[in-house]
């Protein structure tokens, strides 16, 4: 399985960040995977953001529910990822990721497959 992220790189203050993760090597409706976006801060750690199942079920990060939606197309493969409300402090590397699993993981270290990561800075 292959993941590539794509959207903006800079995005302004309140507006709504949107990136779109690419599949390849396999379909996002295949029972068990679950697709997650996750987030690294510059100097801080993984943070995991949501994920969206095989199903089509979503589940969120509670600190970031509020802001945070995936939804996702099959008839090309991919999911999406917006958040609204964006500050500064939402500048990050931003990757998609995979799991094959019975159930969610909130933890990123345990996915298997990880796109490449996406730069977006939070800036007027």
């Known amino acids: 399985v292959q993941l590539q992220e794509s959207g903006p790189g800079l995005v302004k203050p309140s507006q709504t960040l949107s990136l779109t993760c690419t599949v390849s090597g396999g379909s996002i409706t295949t029972n068990y995977y679950y697709w997650s976006w996750i987030r690294q801060p510059p100097g801080k750690g993984l943070e995991w953001m949501g994920a969206?199942?095989?199903?089509?079920?979503?589940f969120y990060s509670p600190s970031l529910k509020s802001r945070t939606s995936i939804s996702r197309d099959a008839s090309k493969n991919q999911f999406t990822l917006q958040l609204s409300s964006v500050t500064p402090e939402d500048t990050a590397v931003y990757y998609c990721s995979a799991r094959l699993s019975t159930v969610v993981a909130v933890t990123p270290q345990l996915y298997d497959y990880w796109g490449q990561g996406t730069q977006v800075t939070v800036s007027s």
């Open positions: 969206i199942a095989y199903s089509g079920s979503t």
